[in-house]
């Protein structure tokens, strides 16, 4: 009998131990006025889909719940990268709703039959359960936390988990409604740096157990820098970080601003056989011409640029293509500033009559506080400590 139990109790721990576990995620993406994209991976490859819940008090599963499935061309996907786009439930506009994520592993698909096996999903928590809200246009106070170049240091991720989760339940006026990153947030170029944005989502593989991030709930806009734009992460870039138009450049109106996230690409100019980012930077160039008259852009009061490499020759290779090709277009569309990486120093270029907005440029021990009404924009410039360095008024 007893070697009956300890036989089944091996294979139970030989069961857990190979069963299918989320590595990443969820973490969110791509939010706008009408839909959400919540991405996440696995260990191994499965079918996934996501349910969703009003923000209400009622038990997530008091009755049956939407599913929303990873799918293309009416299949359902299977895959370790999953990206599941959730409609805004509240036609009016704003929406905060609850949702949990699943994975259900293939384990076999020879023959035009594919068997499935065990089911990873996120948890339901005893008091509180992930959620997320769309963007509001009309929100009357926004705030945002912006970082830049800082290379793999996963120590930094943390830090900034716990700030955002210590002033978000003490109510603190830094508190991020979103993050952006500017670029560089990539130590290196190969498969092994996603283990970098485990810190960011609480992937299970790096915590002891699985706990909640800010980046559960919290919006996470990313601006595509030199690191991310070379080896496995430029190739597989959009899997990680997906986007409103399905390119790494695109815009984020939040509140009374809007963001125009550009990309900067390498910071060489083209040698390598495999890289064409001048033909991709007037690709590039011909959309923001066009995105400047939407009216996400021009409704918004602030508009706020973020780009990598700042368009300032002599700093980069590429500093002067970038210069030529995006700052003549953005001197016509009232852009109040630009915010960018890669100097890894604090330097403020005030506007002047070839470039009529200001550029500011993080350096890597700061972060950038973005405090915004429907009236007054300020950006705080912070160290790690949250003190504060000097701040714009706007």
Known sequence: ??????????????????????????????????????????????????????????????????????????????TKYHQITIPNPNTNGNATFRYRAFSQEITSNKGGRTMYGRVASTRIFAYRHIWVNTLDYNKKSVNFILMNDQHGNEGTYELLNKRITKAKKSNKNWSADAVLFVGDMAGSVDEKQRSLYYKVSGGVNNYPKYRETPFHEVPMFMTRGVNESKGWLGANYMTLFPTSTGKPYYTVRY??????????????????????????????????????????????????????????????????????????????????????????????????????????????????????????????VEDFAGNEIKTFNF
């Not at 089944?8 to 939010?31: D, E, H, N, R």
Request: proline content about 4%; aromatic content about 10%.
């Open 1 to 78: 009998m007893k070697k009956i139990l300890t036989l089944a109790l091996m294979l139970a721990v030989s069961t857990s131990a190979f069963a299918i576990k989320i590595t990443y995620g969820p973490y969110i993406q791509a939010v706008t006025k009408e839909t959400v994209t919540i991405v996440w991976g696995t260990d191994k490859t499965a079918i996934s889909w996501v349910e969703t819940a009003p923000n209400d008090k009622m038990h997530f599963y008091a009755f049956e719940r939407p599913k929303f499935y990873q799918t293309q061309l009416g299949r359902k996907l299977p």
């Open 255 to 380: 509140g009374s601003v809007c963001f125009i996230v550009l990309d900067s690409g390498n910071d060489q100019k083209d040698k390598a056989a495999n890289t064409d980012f001048t033909s991709y930077r007037k690709e590039q160039a011909q959309w923001l011409a066009e995105v400047l008259q939407s009216e996400d852009v021009k409704g918004a009061k602030f508009k706020v640029a973020l780009m990598h490499i700042p368009p300032v020759a002599g700093l980069s290779p590429v500093g002067k293509e970038l210069n030529e090709l995006f700052v003549p277009i953005l001197n016509e569309a009232g852009i109040d500033l630009m915010i960018c990486g890669y100097t890894h120093e604090h330097h403020y270029h005030k506007a002047d009559k070839k470039c009529n907005f200001p550029i500011l440029e993080n350096g890597t021990t700061n972060l950038l506080n973005i405090r915004a009404t429907q009236e007054n924009m300020d950006v705080v």
